[in-house]
């Protein structure tokens, strides 16, 4: 199994080079333009926010216009799927370009190694990245790149040597897994690089300075002060994870509506605000043409299964017509909004149908850096960027997560199949005719769940953290 796996990943790799070879030495020559200096990029993500938590994915009672902005003026993914249906794998598997069945972090919690600390009274094992492991912003990083994040990292597990500024990140203003007092949306401190810093603004329970607007006044700073050099800038929010908290309702003040469903629209309008000040800062700085933007949110919506959380998000419908939450394997647990905006170079108000998940995205970075490709579960998906239109040949996207018991997922081509418990059969949907994910059509079509089976084998692969039960 293991030499089947390594021959795929190797394959991948060889066709990420062959792709490179002949078009990356500028990513404008495929336009026959002048070439250019490699594309700054910035990836945005949101945390626990919905497939239809957006209006241009089909948000109907609040507004998103400047991430509708991003898509108007780019490509917008209709099938995009994050790393995992929670946060800290999530954001491995996008850190990394591995699938679950490969990253280091593949659940919140550890089975086993790891490192133990407190969540509040509660004893907790966390995975964490540890220096075997490389990020994308690693290899950006070796090859030039200026590489910034701001916000949440959620990869440190209880290490203090996980940190941001390890893996590849030259700076780092936000919060870490392992120091209580910087997390929140009024946290009393927050790390800049090693330094941990006080917030008087926020000391004694006071809220005078809110997470969002200090991650976008960071991300903003950065561009405005960034210099010749190209730069990669991940800028991780936290809304609209719960707790749900925001310094005002903003434009839902006065509607007729609970007091949480006005804080998790306001959570995402300051969010919204946010991207588009990033975008305004590009283009002060005069650099909006040469900045690669991306837009996606690290698993479904509702951050903790709460009678609270459940009626916000389905008075908001944040999953639209897809099934499942935050934890689940169903589409919407994992499927989410993706959208990727490049003025002059992406074309503008696109819908791709090509399904991509957080694997792709650090093959997609080093390839428009024009740096070569590392080992990976993804592809680069840039010629979907430059061409929405394009069709892929159907490829296998994997999962696997952790609580509360151990779950996979696997969508290849129309097909989905989820599996409950290690022993369970899997189910098998046909996301055609079925995006809803209602009708387990497994027992008709048992050669393609034998296909699925076969690569489920293939891929998983126990990990010191996450060990397959004697």
Not at 19 to 46: D, V, Y
């Amino acid at each position: 199994m293991a030499s089947t796996s390594q021959n795929r990943r190797q394959f991948l790799q060889n066709v990420l080079a062959v792709s490179s070879a002949f078009s990356l030495s500028s990513p404008l020559q495929a336009f026959g333009e002048p070439a250019k200096q490699r594309p700054n990029i910035i990836f945005i993500l949101a945390d626990d926010m919905g497939y239809a938590d957006t209006s241009v994915y089909g948000q109907r009672k609040f507004k998103t216009p400047n991430i509708d902005r991003l898509a108007a003026e780019g490509v917008r993914f209709a099938q995009a799927y994050a790393g995992a249906p929670v946060c800290a794998p999530s954001r491995s598997v996008l850190m990394t370009g591995l699938n679950t069945g490969h990253t280091r972090v593949r659940d919140n919690f550890a089975i086993a190694g790891g490192h133990v600390g407190f969540k509040g009274k509660e004893e907790i094992r966390r995975a964490s990245l540890t220096d075997a492991d490389r990020t994308v912003a690693d290899y950006l990083s070796r090859s030039g790149y200026k590489t910034a994040l701001f916000g949440k990292w959620h990869l440190d597990g209880y290490d203090p040597a996980a940190i941001p500024t390890r893996h590849g990140f030259e700076t780092f203003k936000g919060w870490l897994t392992q120091t209580g007092s910087t997390q929140g949306y009024f946290p009393p401190q927050r790390y800049d690089n090693g330094r941990l810093i006080d917030i008087p603004e926020n000391a004694d329970g006071k809220k005078g300075r809110y997470d969002t607007t200090m991650i976008t006044e960071d991300a903003v700073d950065y561009i405005q002060k960034s210099g010749r050099d190209p730069f990669f800038v991940y800028v991780a929010y936290d809304a609209p994870h719960s707790p749900y908290l925001a310094p005002d309702l903003g434009s839902y003040a006065n509607e007729p509506w609970d007091e949480d469903e006005k804080t998790y629209a306001a959570m995402i309008e300051h969010l919204d605000r946010g991207v588009g000040k990033i975008l305004d800062a590009l283009a002060r700085k005069g650099i909006d043409e040469n900045t690669i933007v991306f837009f996606a949110s690290d698993n479904g919506p509702r951050s903790e299964p709460t009678p609270q959380q459940t009626k916000v998000v389905n008075f908001f419908d944040s999953n639209g017509a897809l099934q499942g939450y935050k934890r689940d394997m169903y589409e919407g647990g994992i499927r989410e909004p993706f959208i990727a905006r490049w003025p002059g170079h992406i074309p503008a108000g696109k819908v791709s149908q090509v399904p991509i998940f957080f694997p792709d995205v650090l093959p997609t970075a080093l390839d428009l850096a024009g740096a070569p490709p590392e080992k990976t579960d993804g592809i680069s998906i840039r010629p979907y960027l430059l061409h929405p239109e394009a069709k892929v040949k159907d490829r296998f996207l994997y999962w696997e997560f952790y609580e509360p018991v151990f779950e996979q997922a696997v969508r290849w081509g129309k097909w989905k199949a989820v599996r409950h418990g290690r022993k369970s059969p899997l189910e098998l949907y046909d996301l055609t005719a079925d995006p809803a994910e209602k009708n387990n059509i497994a027992s008709p079509n048992q050669d393609v769940v034998s296909r699925i089976e076969r690569y489920i084998r293939e891929t998983h692969t126990p990990s010191v953290e996450y060990p397959d039960p004697a």
